[in-house]
């Protein structure tokens, strides 16, 4: 079966002009409808209006669009109402009561984060209990949730499959099914554990698929496991014109070692709200990440050598605004979905052009206007020369640029004498206390301050002499063996100066004899 011949496509462009300007127009449900209202979400985007009425009827869905567009709530509603809940008349039908009805796979555990937060926004008076399940975090927990009853489960493959392998997880109830960014499962090879998961559903239910792009992988998938799913698009997926009139692109052939001198440069341009620094490599995000704090800006780092809790951590901080700069990793970045980037940064060249479109995706959202920068360093232009020619972008050959280059405090509005350290009386913390480096600087000024306190009292005291060194250190007893080792030393080095050796000890050793040799006496 082909997909293009079983497929119906419904493009943007062939959307009404007047189309409802509020989800009750949709017949979502009031309760749901309420729950939005508090959010300040009341207009749907163009994704959703597209979706609504073709999930809210039960058929598959394959969506197209790129990320930041709001398909969240296009497949997160229909599977909110399609949910038989506690309160309503056939919940004790049901064969598994307490079994999740609609399940939500996502690649990342930030982006299932995200989701999860969505629909439970969404479903604030709509009484529908909705559980995260990913790795990362201890079990017990998910396992206690579960235990307890839920209606929807958005989840990570991995941790997906491993509860459903322990019988924790039943998944034959399963209504609704919705996969989120197939194309970022198909780059992190989790394909064969999505098709796992989607064997182990019932034969009859709603698939969702959703991706912003569309390779041959997961057309194959959807072949296997949907039923003529109408193929939407949010845009035509060639036409990049909303990318290029809502976010500002500018590229630089930067030189490696000068690039932290102009992100610091950058990051103090007129304007510049929330900032986010992709890099290549977990190491190159933690240093860029302790550049920046040290040079008294208020960063954060992201990657996968930090724990859930770390990573949690961090992407909260950012969300509120107690961390302004976040470092990156693709990876961990998977599923950041805040509104009010201003600035996106890509201290290396990216990989490909969907790599560079899922990153320069991170600012201009949700109408937003947004700054783009990205550093190639020489051996990367021919990488770069092909994202250029594949997105259209008609910057072939990037310019030479360091951070002292005019047209780089000009195109950036970057005030003329900035320097790559900000002024003390602008730097914060997370915390809105005084710098971290000040801060160091002070323990450090204590610490010697403690030093110098012990080695005045060593000095004049002899118990106290016992119990520091030289340096001010205290002895406690796991030092016994080094103070004796020093008391030898000492004995020796006296011994010497008088022009005596100090007696060695005398070893005795222990003769052994073949049982076939006669024995011999000792000289």
């Known amino acids: 079966m082909d997909i293009v011949t079983d497929t119906t496509t419904q493009d943007a462009a062939a959307a009404p002009e007047e189309a409802p300007k509020t989800f009750a127009d949709f017949n979502v449900r009031q309760d749901i409808v309420a729950s939005l209202s508090e959010a300040g979400i009341i207009h749907p985007f163009p994704i959703q209006s597209l979706t609504l009425p073709v999930a809210l009827a039960g058929n598959d869905i394959i969506g197209q669009a790129k990320t930041g567009t709001g398909k969240t709530l296009g497949f997160g509603i229909p599977a909110l109402q399609r949910v038989v809940r506690e309160s309503d008349e056939g919940y004790e039908r049901l064969e598994f009561p307490g079994a999740p009805q609609a399940l939500i796979v996502a690649p990342t555990r930030e982006l299932a ?8 926004q969404a479903s604030r008076h709509a009484g529908v209990r909705v559980t995260t399940i990913y790795g990362g975090r201890p079990y017990e927990e998910q396992i206690a949730a579960l235990k307890a009853g839920t209606d929807v489960v958005v989840g990570t493959p991995g941790r997906l499959i491993d509860l459903n392998r322990q019988r924790v997880l039943n998944l034959k109830q399963i209504a609704t099914v919705v996969l989120d960014e197939a194309d970022e ?7 064969p554990d999505v098709e796992r998961i989607l064997a182990a559903l019932p034969p009859v239910r709603q698939a969702m698929l959703f991706s912003a792009t569309m390779p041959g992988p997961v057309i194959t998938m959807a072949r296997r496991y949907m039923s003529r799913p109408m193929h939407i698009r949010a845009a035509d997926p060639g036409d990049d014109s909303i990318t290029k009139r809502n976010i500002r ?14 992100v610091a440069r950058l990051l103090q341009a007129e304007g510049r709200g929330k900032t986010i620094i992709f890099t290549q490599t977990k190491r190159s995000a933690a240093k860029l990440s302790d550049e920046l704090i040290d040079r008294g800006f208020n960063a954060g780092a992201l990657h996968g050598d930090l724990g859930q809790g770390a990573r949690e951590q961090a992407l909260k901080a950012f969300r509120s605004g107690k961390v302004e700069i976040l470092v990156a990793t693709d990876v961990a970045a998977r599923g950041i979905d805040v509104d009010d980037v201003t600035h996106v940064v890509n201290l290396q060249c990216p990989d490909d052009e969907n790599t560079y479109l899922h990153r320069v995706g991170r600012t201009g959202r949700a109408g937003n206007t947004g700054i783009a920068v990205t550093f190639v360093d020489w051996d990367s232009v021919p990488r770069w020369s092909l ?3 594949a997105l259209g972008l008609n910057v072939p050959e990037p310019v030479e640029t360091y951070s002292s280059s005019p047209h780089f405090f000009a195109d950036l509005n970057i005030p003329k004498g900035t320097k790559g350290r900000l002024p003390r009386a602008k730097q914060t913390t997370a915390d809105g206390g005084e710098p971290r480096r000040a801060r160091s600087e002070g323990s450090r000024n204590s610490s010697r301050n403690r030093q110098r306190t012990r080695r005045e009292d060593t000095s004049g005291n002899p118990r106290a002499a016992e119990g520091a060194d030289r340096h001010g250190h205290s002895k406690g007893k796991q030092d016994r063996p080094a103070r004796e080792a020093e008391r030898h030393r000492e004995t020796r080095d006296a011994n010497q100066e008088e022009g005596r050796t100090a007696p060695r000890r005398r070893r005795t050793r ?14």
């Open 113 to 120: 984060l995200q989701v999860s937060a969505d629909l439970a």
């Open 510 to 523: 222990r003769r052994t004899r073949s049982q076939d040799s006669a024995p011999r006496q000792d000289d």
């Open 387 to 389: 994202i250029n020619k």
């Open 185 to 191: 499962m198909l780059d992190l090879g989790f394909l």
């Open 249 to 262: 692109q500018l590229v630089y052939r930067a030189h490696s070692l000068d690039k932290d001198e102009m």
